[in-house]
């Protein structure tokens, strides 16, 4: 874990952000293999202003527990349906996200901001904005799988009623390692875990809100599958569960090591979670059951169509 603010590690992350070369990158990477991330389980209310308060609050308390990257819960400032996303709609830059460009400014960390609703060109999106310690965005991923499902007597939610869906990747570079980023039902696609363990990620982070059908079935599941099938770190942030709410999240914030352990894990309640994420232990895990290198690329690939 890397030391409290003020210490070698915050040193070598200064010197990341003024000196930002590849090689520098690369040299880092391997002196910093440890650090600590959080998965904030968010109680989001259809109070936006409370909303953006308490996550506030929340990021400040991860980053006072060592964190250097923490995550946020998908809509964490919004209640989660169809029927709130254009009520809560806001541009990129905007409210929600000025105020987590200066949280993670403030606390001096990388800040995955969950999503919100995103509104552009007079399409919305379900939308998640990355932030570095100097309060820069340096990516929004905009999810890419809407999620469209109908269970008979259980559950039908169709987010393309009133969402577009995103297009692109969305990997961004900390001093310790490369960060894949999806939205909840992003996670279900493994060709986009590979498609990022390709491009070199060793953690993938998942805001997601999984509802109490699909949330007991598949949510550790497939993020113990995701991690397993990449030997990466998996971490994913829900909001907490609100019984009152149109849509009832599962909770259980989660992060999974390249083994497929959890190692960190909420309940329903709003709480953040931790892991110390080990890049010497990923590493060791890759040698002593080699994947990557026992593809058998003559026979079958997954490509990303940018590459074509």
């Not at 310690?133 to 939610?157: N, T, W």
């Not at 969402?163 to 900390?174: C, D, I, K, M, Q």
Request: glycine residues 8%; neutral net charge; charged residues 20%.
């Amino acid at each position: 874990m890397c030391s409290p603010p003020g210490s070698t590690c915050d040193s070598v992350l200064a010197l990341f952000r003024r000196q930002r070369s590849p090689a520098l990158m690369s040299t880092l990477a391997g002196v910093m293999s440890k650090f600590r991330l959080a998965v904030v389980q968010l109680h989001v209310t259809k109070v936006k202003a409370d909303n953006l308060s308490r996550a506030r609050r929340l990021i400040k308390e991860a980053a006072g527990q060592g964190s250097k990257v923490v995550v946020l819960p998908e809509c964490f400032n919004s209640p989660y349906g169809t029927s709130f996303f254009p009520e809560y709609a806001e541009r990129i830059p905007g409210e929600s996200t000025q105020l987590l460009s200066e949280a993670a400014k403030e606390n001096n960390v990388y800040l995955v901001g969950g999503s919100i609703p995103e509104e552009d060109g007079g399409k919305l999106y379900n939308s998640c904005p990355v932030f570095g310690p100097d309060g820069q965005l340096m990516l929004k991923h905009r999810k890419i799988h809407l999620f469209d499902i109908d269970v008979p007597g259980k559950i039908r939610f169709q987010e393309s009623e009133t969402l577009s869906p995103g297009s692109s990747l969305s990997v961004f570079e900390t001093p310790f390692c490369k960060i894949g980023v999806g939205i909840c039902y992003d996670m279900r696609f493994a060709e986009l875990a590979q498609l990022y363990s390709r491009k070199g990620c060793q953690l993938l982070v998942y805001p997601g809100a999984f509802n109490m059908t699909t949330g007991p079935a598949h949510w550790e599941l497939l993020q113990r599958g995701r991690a397993l099938d990449n030997q990466v770190y998996v971490a994913t942030a829900s909001p907490a569960r609100d019984e009152t709410a149109s849509y009832v999240a599962w909770g259980h914030s989660t992060i999974v090591n390249p083994w497929g352990e959890v190692i960190a894990k909420a309940g329903s309640e709003e709480a953040v979670v931790y892991a110390d994420i080990d890049l010497q232990y990923l590493s060791d895990v890759r040698q002593q059951i080699p994947i990557t290198a026992q593809r058998r690329h003559d026979l079958y690939s997954v490509k990303a169509e940018q590459e074509s």
